[in-house]
């Protein structure tokens, strides 16, 4: 509804603000009631930080190096909130990619009131789409626990999983602007992907396994996505179709997001590759050449941190 009404309003430009605050619609999924709501405006809470950052760090175009600071104590800052209040889907991913995605546009795209309410008023409409049809929303554990969650003792393990998140964005951005790619969003964001399925509560060595699968079915995904995209692209569609494809293609990106990685990236990259074209238009094979070489540093960095990086607890005996 959101980018509908703004390709009314004649602001295709725009549905990148809202598309990152929509996102707050896929967790708490398996809850019903408060803790569903509660869950979702935290998400909700922390996707718009991302924005917010973004907007105001878009503010400095070319600054890479601040990008990647920024980034990193973001990543880090995450990863524990996230873990404190238990969020699914798990991790920072979706909040670092607001903020990488948002710091990295024009930055007279839109005035930083109007991109911020765009994606405040995209995550309330979420929420309340989130309680329609479910029996007793409202029902549950009182309001305040999900503020209590946060200043709770935190579980073993989540301070050294904030320590990877802020190692593996750090790297991997150092990387991709020392490379010479076009910004370095999509390098921190894909390093976050492999950490997302280390449990910082119960580590385990048998967790090595579903980091080498997360980081193929990310690497197999965006390819398969970068491809649709150049489809779409040769096209030659104009703005409001762009941004009618790119708005169908969320369901299918949420539907899949827990079910298989793999398949929900494929949605997800021609999803924001043309959300981020119509916002700011570049060369079409260039860009996708370089989302493709951050893609694959991003990985690799994510998973060289994670089988290296280990806490007491989650070394072998």
Avoid at 98 to 107: E, R, S, V
Wanted: proline share 7%; net charge positive.
């Amino acid at each position: 509804m959101p980018g509908v009404l703004l390709i009314i309003a004649g602001l295709p430009e725009l549905i990148v603000y809202a598309e990152f605050g929509a996102f707050a619609g896929m967790y708490g999924r398996g809850e019903t009631g408060r803790p569903r709501i509660v869950h979702q405006l935290q998400a909700g809470g922390l996707l718009t930080a991302g924005e917010a950052l973004g907007i105001a760090l878009a503010r400095f175009e070319g600054s890479h190096w601040l990008l990647v600071a920024v980034g990193v104590a973001f990543a880090a800052i995450g990863s524990v909130l996230a873990d404190a209040v238990r969020l699914r889907p798990p991790g920072p991913f979706f909040f670092l990619f607001a903020f990488g995605a948002t710091a990295t546009l024009p930055a007279g795209l839109a005035p930083a009131g109007q991109a911020l309410g765009i994606c405040v008023a995209t995550v309330l409409f979420a929420v309340a789409v989130g309680t329609v049809g479910r029996p007793h929303p409202l029902r549950g554990r009182p309001w305040w626990d999900g503020i209590a969650l946060v200043f709770r003792r935190p579980a073993p393990g989540v301070g050294i999983h904030a320590l990877r998140y802020a190692l593996a964005v750090g790297l991997a951005g150092c990387a991709g602007v020392l490379v010479g790619v076009d910004h370095a969003n999509w390098a921190m964001a894909a390093a976050a992907v492999p950490l997302a399925v280390i449990d910082a509560g119960r580590p385990s060595d048998a967790e090595t396994g579903l980091v080498l699968t997360r980081a193929a079915h990310r690497t197999v995904g965006t390819f398969v996505g970068l491809l649709v995209t150049a489809g779409l692209l040769a096209l030659g569609l104009g703005p409001a179709a762009l941004a009618l494809i790119a708005i169908a293609l969320l369901f299918p990106t949420e539907l899949y997001m827990a079910r298989h990685y793999a398949v929900a990236i494929g949605f997800f990259t021609p999803l924001i590759m043309l959300l981020t074209e119509l916002a700011d238009p570049t060369d079409p094979m260039r860009m996708l050449l370089y989302r493709g070489v951050d893609t694959l540093i991003g990985v690799v960095v994510g998973v060289a941190v994670a089988l290296l990086v280990r806490s007491p607890a989650e070394r072998p005996r």
